[in-house]
């Protein structure tokens, strides 16, 4: 029987719980909390096991682009955040590699066939994940325990929305002029061609890519500030990284078919 792993965001969650003011201020009382918590959400979603990910204190993306901020830059690290941190990483299994944020070891690892072998449930509310394909939960939202699946036509397309987009909380500015409204109306008819998306998905991507970068030219920017600001928003899956080297292959349009 397939087993159901859970994927969680250990800066995230430590970030959340902490800002939340909540926990019981004796230690062994908020560990207690915590442990509960977690194993309501195995309850709720009928998992084996929870796995957590942590961002390293380099980024990848810092050395293309020295403004990028990433989501660990933007939590206070206070002893309340760093004691929740030391608890989980005790209590569960945790990656943390070079270079890389926690979302991106989420990403590779639910994409991934032979890093984690069943079934993976990402646990988090940050829509950046969209970006990936897979099962996700968002415990804040479905309290229930409902989950939802994206597929990978529409995990591509969340891919382009924000690179022209972009991410404010991470100062990558995107496509100058382009908001929600205009994006979605640049890619709707992407969404409705999932026919070519499925027998030539090569030729999918390069038509999405080639409207994404004259999207970047009408603003007066050039194809390599919309390969910039790719490479900076996408998190990454399992082809985008050597998990054994620990090397990050940095995206580019061919490589739109992995």
């Known amino acids: 029987m397939t087993e159901t792993i859970l994927l969680l965001d250990g800066d995230d969650l430590a970030h959340r719980w902490v800002s939340a003011g909540d926990l019981p201020a004796e230690e062994k009382e908020a560990h207690a909390r915590i442990r509960k918590r977690i194993e309501e959400w195995e309850s709720l979603l009928e ?42 990483k005790e209590e569960f299994p945790c990656y943390q590699k070079p270079a890389l944020e926690a979302r991106d070891i989420l990403g590779i690892l639910s994409t991934s066939s032979t890093l984690i072998q069943g079934h993976t449930i990402v646990v988090s509310g940050d829509s ?100 910039l600001q790719a490479r900076l928003i996408r998190v990454l899956r399992e082809p985008d990284y050597s998990w054994d080297t620990e090397e990050v292959h940095l995206w580019a349009p061919s490589a739109a078919l992995e």
């Open 128 to 227: 950046s994940l969209h970006m990936v394909p897979g099962w996700f939960y968002d415990p804040e939202r479905h309290a229930s325990g409902e989950t939802m699946f994206i597929n990978k036509i529409d995990a591509d397309l969340a891919f382009y929305r924000r690179v022209l987009e972009g991410d404010a909380d991470n100062q990558v500015p995107g496509c100058p002029g382009m908001n929600p409204e205009t994006t979605g109306r640049l890619l709707s008819a992407f969404k409705d061609d999932e026919a070519l998306w499925l027998d030539e998905n090569w030729t999918w991507h390069r038509h999405v890519w080639e409207a994404v970068v004259e999207a970047f030219r009408k603003a007066g920017q050039s194809e390599s500030e919309a390969l």
């Open 47 to 88: 998992a084996d096991e929870v796995v957590f990910g942590y961002s390293d204190g380099d980024n990848f993306r810092k050395h293309i682009f020295p403004s990028y901020r990433s989501r660990g830059d933007q939590y206070a690290r206070t002893p309340a955040f760093l004691a929740i941190q030391k608890f989980l």
